[in-house]
Every structure is written in structure tokens, then in C-alpha cells.
T-cell receptor, first 114, second 108 residues
Framework: SQTIHQWPATLVQPVGSPLSLECTVE??????LYWYRQAAGRGLQLLFY??????ISSEVPQNLSASRPQDRQFILSSKKLLLSDSGFYLC?????????????FGDGTRLSIL | DAKTTQPPSMDCAEGRAANLPCNHSTISGNEYVYWYRQIHSQGPQYIIHGLKNNETNEMASLIITEDRKSSTLILPHATLRDTAVYYCIVRGYQKVTFGTGTKLQVIP
């Protein structure tokens, strides 16, 4: 069966420090991959999605970037974190097939910026 | 993606059916209705989705009105572990846009 892993689960970082969050998927090939952010008490906001290695689409302008160096690996990065980058970051995957397939989420990384 | 409207909170007695409504009056013909739930501090969990026919799986049933402007998620026998925030989403091609959902509290 397919599984998705995110790490770390919790992270506390100072303002201005770099960030790297990693997400990997197992048990499937050529998945679509997604990064979302959830602010406290609010819904999810799509940040990036990828349909293949090296292919990244950004949904909103921001201080973050994403990369997909391998088929089942998706990385969220920042060179210099801002206070507004605090939140709950979720990675998700879906099968790349014709028609609709549900997105499946990891357990997230709770990021606090001090 | 079409916008959805859900009540902010609901209570349900343990063992009874939980019926969670969702309005999506601006849904377009090729958009599916999805339901997810999120237990505190975890990632959203996929429950069920459908286009126009009613759907059932091991977790829940999804009833979509004939005009597709609203739907209801039914948890047939709610347990305490079903306490969560439930999100109704109308989904376009790639993006899943979550609103603030319905906080379901299952009461012993």
C-alpha cells in the first residue's frame, strides 16, 4: 500500500534562518505531489504542486520554494524564514491517472518561527 | 474551484448517524464533491468523493442532490473517534481548496 512520510513533525526556527522540509511517498510511481499550508483556525492553502521530476507549479507568491529531485521526493525550502511562515505544512500525493483521484495527506510539520 | 458552505459545528450522539450538510451551489459540471476529515494535529484524511451518483464505502455514504447544488455526508454509526473537523470540497483539476469545515463532536 502507499504511504507518505513527512519530517520533522515539529520544528522551531528563528527568523531569518533557512528551512528544508522533506516529503517522500512509497508504494506508487509518478505521483502528483503537493505542498499545503494551514494557518491556525483556517483552511488549507495550496502552495506548490508537481506532476513530475523538476516540474513545479507555484500557486501563490511567497518566501518559499519547492523542488522535486526524485520521483517520490518533494522538498519545501526557504532561504530566510519570516514570522508569517509559521503554520502547519502538509504534503500530499495523488495518483497520476486520467480523471479524478483523491489526494492523500501526510501528518504534517508544525513550524513555529521565533 | 466552486465555493462550499458548511455549518461551523455539529453534535452527534455516539451510535447515531451523523449527517453533515454542504452547499455548493456554484459547482460546475465536471467538478467532483470530496469529503475529508482532520483530527487535531494530523493531516486531512480522505473519506469519499462523487460526481452525481450517491456513493458508499466502508467509512461513509455521500448523498448528492439531483441538481448537485448540495450534498450530505453520512456516518452511519458515529463513534467517539469520529470527532473531527469535516471538510466538503468541490474540486477542480489539481487544487484542493479547503474551507473551515464543520467541527463534529460525538457525545458519549
Amino acid at each position: 500500500s502507499q504511504t507518505i512520510h513527512q519530517w520533522p513533525a515539529t520544528l522551531v526556527q528563528p527568523v531569518g534562518s533557512p528551512l528544508s522540509l522533506e516529503c517522500t511517498v512509497e508504494g506508487t510511481s509518478n505521483p502528483n505531489l503537493y505542498w499545503y499550508r494551514q494557518a491556525a483556525g483556517r483552511g488549507l492553502q495550496l502552495l506548490f504542486y508537481s506532476v513530475g521530476i523538476g516540474q513545479i507549479s507555484s500557486e501563490v507568491p511567497q518566501n518559499l520554494s519547492a523542488s522535486r529531485p526524485q520521483d517520490r521526493q518533494f522538498i519545501l525550502s526557504s532561504k530566510k524564514l519570516l514570522l508569517s511562515d509559521s503554520g502547519f505544512y502538509l504534503c500530499a500525493w495523488s495518483a497520476r491517472v486520467r480523471g479524478q483521484e483523491p489526494q492523500h495527506f501526510g501528518d504534517g510539520t508544525r513550524l513555529s518561527i521565533l | 474551484d466552486a465555493k462550499t458552505t458548511q455549518p461551523p459545528s455539529m453534535d452527534c450522539a455516539e451510535g447515531r448517524a451523523a449527517n453533515l450538510p454542504c452547499n455548493h451551489s456554484t459547482i460546475s459540471g465536471n467538478e467532483y464533491v470530496y469529503w475529508y476529515r482532520q483530527i487535531h494535529s494530523q493531516g486531512p484524511q480522505y473519506i469519499i468523493h462523487g460526481l452525481k451518483n450517491n456513493e458508499t464505502n466502508e467509512m461513509a455514504s455521500l448523498i448528492i442532490t439531483e441538481d448537485r447544488k448540495s450534498s450530505t455526508l453520512i456516518l452511519p454509526h458515529a463513534t467517539l473517534r469520529d470527532t473531527a473537523v469535516y471538510y466538503c470540497i468541490v474540486r477542480g483539476y489539481q487544487k484542493v481548496t479547503f474551507g473551515t469545515g464543520t467541527k463534529l463532536q460525538v457525545i458519549p
